[in-house]
């Protein structure tokens, strides 16, 4: 099965928490937009193509059928990819993880785009500082002690009993945390000890070292979801 | 099978979409902290109980499962409860659905707390009519123009090819948005005849007309997600 991933040219975004499986698995895919433009994602957005509508990117086309939203993308892949244990109770928990991990991501969006995605940066920058503040001094801590937790109360390396694509997926949160507010991380750093290991265990793995050290892994950047706008980010 | 529900008591939240699912589905239930106090949920997000941990209510206890996450818990209970059809690509689509209205159930608590959850309301006014502003123009009518063409590309009926919980979560978004926006909602009317038509359709079922005139239905207040404050509503 060759996978077809369809997320916006330009940035790692929500299309990454999806690559990184498909790399690690080592998976054919092509994604579509990053070789061929974004003007191939409107048709699935605009209801020309069959199957299943998605709202937004990413999504992902597997023979037939059409899938949207990150982490049910991930959920449909992860059995295929061998990237979650077999046990239907592990499967849910792994999902229950990724959409926890949404749920930050979605959180790390606001904190440089409180007002509205339609607005710039620029035009809600004071804003900005607030929720950063907020987000650097109440939630970040909140969600990573969370993982921090849930890798302990496994076997302290994996969010599940084995690797799974939770694991990716915290890898992910923890380096654009790392760039977009690398004050606020250095202050937790001493109470994340397990995820400081799994992103160092994971980076490790060949097939994550290779795309890391590739041109399809996109850098970090200012039109991403992990942003560094240094007024944004503070020890405290 | 009993289920226990998790989730604070004195709103509907998250918590309602799978209590609309068990009530249409005259599921065997206890709606725990309801019945018996807040402080029933914090053993599990202590790490106090065996099985997943959650990060944050809801989460639903089934016999030694314990799921978190709403849609995973609507992922999970659809199909005991007959609530979703058994083809795997329509189990799929409806979890897609489900989480994009969960990306929008978001966003509508963050029209009245743009800055910080851990803020007043008050606190955040002047964020918040901007968010709202930003919400009522640009994301309300995205995202429902979406939802109507979702039913339109179905039956016109449903969102998949039969009543499912998807049905039930959308009728709970109409009538959440109608109760916070009616100036905005009013505005939308004409543009979104099925979804209109749906919430009838929803509101007529046995089940959920006698539990929507029971006290196990809080009302919507000004604690919940849905929250009507007469600033933050308007025509445009």
Redesign the interface.
């Known amino acids: 099965m060759r996978y077809q991933l369809f997320y916006w040219s330009g940035i790692q975004g929500h299309g990454e928490f999806v690559r990184l499986a498909l790399e690690d698995a080592g998976a054919d895919y092509a994604d579509v937009a990053h070789e061929r433009g974004d003007a191939t994602i409107m048709p699935f957005l605009e209801?020309a193509r069959a199957g299943?509508?998605?709202?937004a990117p990413p999504f992902l086309k597997a023979g037939r059928?059409v899938?949207?939203?990150t982490?049910?993308i991930l959920?449909?892949l992860a059995p295929r990819l061998k990237l979650v244990p077999a046990v239907a109770?592990a499967r849910?928990?792994a999902?229950?993880l990724q959409?926890?991990i949404a749920?930050l991501v979605?959180e790390v969006h606001?904190t440089h785009h409180?007002?509205?995605s339609?607005?710039y940066y620029e035009d809600?920058r004071a804003?900005a500082r607030?929720?950063a503040k907020?987000f650097r001094q109440?939630r970040m801590p909140k969600?990573l002690d969370?993982f921090e937790?849930?890798l302990v109360?496994s076997d302290g390396r994996h969010a599940l009993s084995a690797h799974s694509y939770v694991d990716l997926s915290l890898f992910q949160i923890m380096s654009g945390l790392e760039y977009a507010f690398p004050l606020g991380m250095h202050r937790l750093h001493r109470k994340l000890p397990h995820l400081h290991a799994l992103v160092a265990q994971i980076a490790e793995r060949p097939r994550i070292a290779a795309y890391l050290a590739s041109p399809r892994r996109l850098a970090f950047n200012e039109d991403g979801i992990f942003r560094h706008y240094p007024e944004l980010d503070a020890a405290r």
Not at 52 to 55: E, G, N, R, V
């Open positions: 209801g299943a509508l998605p709202f059928t899938i949207a939203q982490a049910a959920l449909y109770a849910l928990y999902h229950q959409l926890t749920d979605a606001d409180p007002i509205a339609s607005l809600q804003a607030q929720r907020d109440h969600y969370y937790n849930v109360r």
